[in-house]
Nanobody
Framework: EVHLVESGGGLVQAGGSLKISCAVS????????IAWFRQAPGKGREGVSC????????RYADFVEGRFTISSDKAKETVYLQMTNLKPEDTAVYYC?????????????????????WGQGTQVTVSS
C-alpha cells in the first residue's frame, strides 16, 4: 500500500512563496504518477499539477499561470510543489495523490478518478 504524507503548508502573505512536500512510501509500482490537488473551503477538489515518475512528464492546471513548479526527488521518494506569487484564492488544503497509471500524459491528468492513493493534506493559507 502506498502512503503519502504532505508537509510544508502554512500561512503566507499574498505575493509570497511556499514549498510543500509529499513523501511517498510503500510499493513503487503504484506511484507512476503523483499529483497535487487542492480544495478550498466550500469548493470542490481541483487538480493543480502532476508528474510522471517514469519520464518526468508534467502538467499544470490553467490557473497556475507559471507560478507553481512540480518536481520529484526520486532518491528521497518525495514530490515537491514550489508555489510563488501566491494569491488569496490559492488558500486551500493541498493533497498529493498517486496512481500506477501514466495519466499525466493524457486527458485524465488532473481528474480525481484515476488516483487510488491520497494523503491527508496540508493547509495553505494566503493572506491579503
Amino acid at each position: 500500500e502506498v502512503h503519502l504524507v504532505e508537509s510544508g503548508g502554512g500561512l503566507v502573505q499574498a505575493g509570497g512563496s511556499l514549498k510543500i512536500s509529499c513523501a511517498v512510501s510503500g510499493s513503487s509500482y503504484l506511484d507512476e504518477t503523483i499529483a497535487w490537488f487542492r480544495q478550498a473551503p466550500g469548493k470542490g477538489r481541483e487538480g493543480v499539477s502532476c508528474i510522471s515518475r517514469e519520464d518526468d512528464s508534467i502538467r499544470y492546471a490553467d490557473f497556475v499561470e507559471g507560478r507553481f513548479t512540480i518536481s520529484s526527488d526520486k532518491a528521497k521518494e518525495t514530490v515537491y510543489l514550489q508555489m510563488t506569487n501566491l494569491k488569496p484564492e490559492d488558500t486551500a488544503v493541498y493533497y498529493c495523490a498517486a496512481t500506477w497509471s501514466p495519466v499525466c500524459r493524457g486527458p485524465w491528468a488532473l481528474k480525481d478518478d484515476p488516483y487510488e492513493n491520497w494523503g491527508q493534506g496540508t493547509q495553505v493559507t494566503v493572506s491579503s
